[in-house]
């Protein structure tokens, strides 16, 4: 019967891929193979592994990265090195960079064996950050911060039950994560899941979009057509920047809320629906409902249940968290590997307050990741974000006075001296005197 450990092999040798296979199964121990440093890295990412075993000399991305990565990555993970080209320098490297052992090939079932033992003694029950239960619990969204924390204790409450969520946030702070996050981690993830961005609709067709329509509606309606809500049935429909759509489809959503049933565009009859409904904005309903752009029951009827997604500036302990998500995703897919971000350039991503919010540290994460070569430093960073000088704006002056300061000025450089300033200002001592005495 297998062990609990699960261990990773990481080698471009079948052979000896083989081996160490046959060996650890001998041994009771579960393993996972990868003849690749991409390959291991996304069986890290997928799986739990209690040891990795990494040979050094691998082709485009050697065991040295993956040792680096998997310890910033998984620090409690132990890793064991095994490799056919020993050299001092090579040992000391890799336990530098965080390796338990170092095993020579060839090597014997019994060093393979206690060289497993003495790394996996090693192994502390901490969580990484990988393991965090806010990033396995909702999907993608990841944070440890309070603000983060109230989010997702939200969603944790209302997950199970179809009550109306309002969604309210800036642009860019990932509502749409969170309607999804809503979804998929509930009893009704396996129903559908229908996001509807409101703002990207023509107005004369959101009606038809989200409600349907039946044969000779409209101009154009050549047969019967169900809506997003139809398509929604038993799951969640997530209306997006909600405050864009008019009035008219407004008062039918009002409808929808209150009686749970739908009539398609041309239709005189009702159908009954079970829709969880989702609406999200970035607008402010409240000023709109003062303006009379937005209907003030419609707004109570959605806010049920409301949650406010924090800005980035307002979670700044989570940009780290954050930017090793997309330094994996853009690091693999543009380099092959994984690119780290040196001290400078990470305090410059904690200083800035982030506008555009996690949708432009992502944009810019994955321009650094294009520049950069193994390391972002801070000349990979955007402009935008490094140190501005705020220059105070010239103050509009008559010519009169503009003459004045400029005199002043050349005056207060040459010291008074009247003769020298004459000279620089191309005019005689009696003309400058005369404008002194004005």
């Given at each position: 019967?297998?062990q609990k ?9 079948i ?20 003849v ?41 993970m132990?890793?064991l ?11 000391l ?23 497993v ?19 396995k ?28 969520i ?9 509502k ?15 129903k ?10 023509p107005?004369?067709l ?83 409902i ?26 700044k ?52 990741v ?13 402009e ?31 010291l ?23």
């Amino acid at each position: 019967m297998l062990q609990k450990e699960n261990i990773l092999i990481v080698d471009d040798d079948i052979n000896i891929l083989e081996l160490l296979q046959r060996h650890l199964h001998s041994l009771n121990y579960h393993t996972y193979k990868a003849v690749s440093v991409k390959e291991a890295v996304t069986i890290l990412r997928d799986t739990e592994i209690d040891l990795l075993i990494t040979d050094l000399k691998m082709p485009e991305v050697d065991g040295f990265q993956l040792i680096q990565f998997a310890s910033e990555h998984y620090p409690n993970m132990p890793k064991l090195v095994v490799t056919g080209y020993p050299s001092v320098q090579d040992a000391l490297s890799a336990i530098k960079s965080g390796a338990v052992d170092y095993l020579v090939k060839p090597f014997t079932k019994e060093e393979l064996k206690q060289g497993v033992l003495k790394s996996l003694s090693t192994k502390t029950k901490k969580k990484t950050i990988a393991e965090s239960s806010v990033t396995k619990k909702y999907n993608e969204i990841i944070g440890e911060s309070e603000a983060i924390k109230d989010v997702t204790q939200i969603i944790d409450r209302i997950k199970d039950n179809k009550a109306t969520i309002f969604i309210s946030g800036e642009s860019g702070t990932g509502k749409e994560l969170v309607a999804r996050s809503i979804h998929y981690s509930g009893k009704f993830s396996r129903k559908p899941f229908i996001a509807v961005n409101c703002g990207g609709i023509p107005e004369n067709l959101l009606e038809s979009e989200l409600f349907g329509y039946v044969k000779g509606a409209f101009t154009g309606a050549n047969d019967n057509r169900e809506g997003f809500f139809q398509a929604a049935e038993g799951g969640t429909i997530f209306l997006d920047e909600i405050g864009n759509a008019s009035l008219a489809v407004q008062s039918r959503l009002l409808r929808v809320l209150q009686e749970k049933e739908v009539m398609k565009v041309g239709e005189r009859k009702t159908e009954k629906i079970d829709v969880r409904v989702i609406a999200a904005t970035n607008s402010n309903l409240k000023e709109m409902i003062a303006k009379k752009t937005f209907r003030e029951d419609l707004f109570y009827r959605l806010t049920v249940v409301e949650i406010n997604v924090p800005p980035l500036r307002e979670r700044k302990e989570d940009i780290p968290l954050l930017a090793d998500k997309f330094l994996f995703k853009y690091g693999n897919e543009y380099k092959d590997r994984y690119i780290t971000v040196d001290t400078e350039a990470q305090a410059l991503l904690q200083r800035y307050d982030w506008p555009g919010n996690i949708r432009e540290l992502e944009n810019v994460i994955q321009r650094a990741v294009i520049m950069c070569d193994r390391t972002i430093g801070i000349k990979d960073l955007p402009e935008t974000l490094k140190y501005q000088i705020d220059f105070p704006k010239d103050e509009l002056l008559s010519l009169k006075e503009m003459e004045k300061k400029y005199i002043q000025k050349v005056l207060a450089a040459t010291l008074n001296n009247q003769t020298k300033a004459a000279e620089i200002l191309n005019i005689d001592r009696k003309t400058l005197r005369s404008k002194i005495k004005e």
